[in-house]
């Protein structure tokens, strides 16, 4: 074997490796999680880490049910990500359609207008949106959670824009020659072919939904409005040193299972909306 060849050979086996190790590192706590949500209470902490269940069990999903309503929580995640998704691809998907294939007077300083609140800071808009909350009597309600949450949407506005503006004119062109307005233009052309792009923001966005922490703790009070991800805090806060590490696990593994199962459903969605396209004009 060449310098040359031993030497690529070299680089790649070290590639892979660093690979391999974080990969490892990265899916530890995972694994260590379901094991844990499967594992009898008493069993977690009486012996060494392992990435298998010795003596699989459903009672931690039991006895976190009996503690909080966990299935509440779930339900509730499921319909405040949702309806944020919704909220904001309402708004997005025909603001990209106007800025991506149509013309009209402001149309790009209004574009870059969306573009700069990217860069605006969420966080600096929480006490002004909360004291805003609390005025309209919504503090502690499901509209508090949802509402709010949806006009952050320069990015998906930008991404569909791009969705738009991939697709080829003569589409369009040929749609105007036989009469189709804006709207047949847009439901019947546009959404067609840009479905991957709808599908890969519509996971992105419930992703981010279903994550949300720091507003869902500020707005929902009652505990049977939490969702999972503020309900799995108030869970170990409210189990203190008495921590329940099964139960807690297996609560854990609630809110990380639909969003595997939704990203693994859409995959094929979004390897084609990150698949090279049609070149931009």
Not at 18 to 43: E, G, R
Not at 101 to 119: E, Q, Y
Not at 233 to 241: C, H, N
């Amino acid at each position: 074997m060449s310098a040359a060849l031993f030497s690529r050979a070299f680089h790649r086996a070290v590639l892979h490796g660093v690979l391999l190790i974080t990969s490892l590192a990265t899916v530890f706590p995972l694994m260590w999680m379901i094991t844990a949500a499967f594992t009898p209470n008493d069993l977690i902490t009486a012996r060494a880490i392992r990435l298998w269940p010795e003596e699989p069990t459903l009672a931690n999903f039991a006895e976190a049910a009996s503690r909080h309503p966990i299935w509440t929580w779930l339900w509730n995640s499921i319909l405040t990500a949702t309806l944020i998704t919704v909220g904001k691809l309402v708004l997005a998907v025909p603001a990209g359609f106007a800025f991506g294939r149509m013309s009209f007077p402001g149309r790009r300083t209004l574009f870059w207008f969306v573009i700069a609140t990217m860069s605006f800071p969420t966080v600096l808009a929480i006490i002004p949106t909360y004291i805003a909350v609390v005025k309209l009597q919504a503090f502690d309600t499901y509209g508090a959670m949802i509402v709010p949450s949806i006009p952050y949407i320069g990015f998906y506005v930008f991404y569909m824009r791009q969705a738009f503006r991939s697709l080829p004119s003569s589409m369009f062109e040929a749609a105007r020659m036989d009469g189709a307005g804006l709207w047949r233009q847009f439901t019947e052309i546009g959404i067609p072919n840009v479905l991957p792009a709808i599908a890969a923001l519509s996971v992105i966005s419930f992703m981010g939904a279903w994550n949300i922490y720091l507003w869902g703790q500020l707005v929902l009070e009652d505990r049977f409005k939490k969702t999972l991800t503020t309900g799995i805090a108030a869970f170990a806060d409210l189990e203190g040193a008495d921590r329940v590490w099964g139960p807690l696990m297996a609560t854990s593994l609630l809110s990380v299972v639909p969003v595997l199962l939704i990203f693994l459903l859409a995959q094929r969605f979004i390897v084609e909306a990150l698949a090279p396209g049609a070149d931009e004009r």
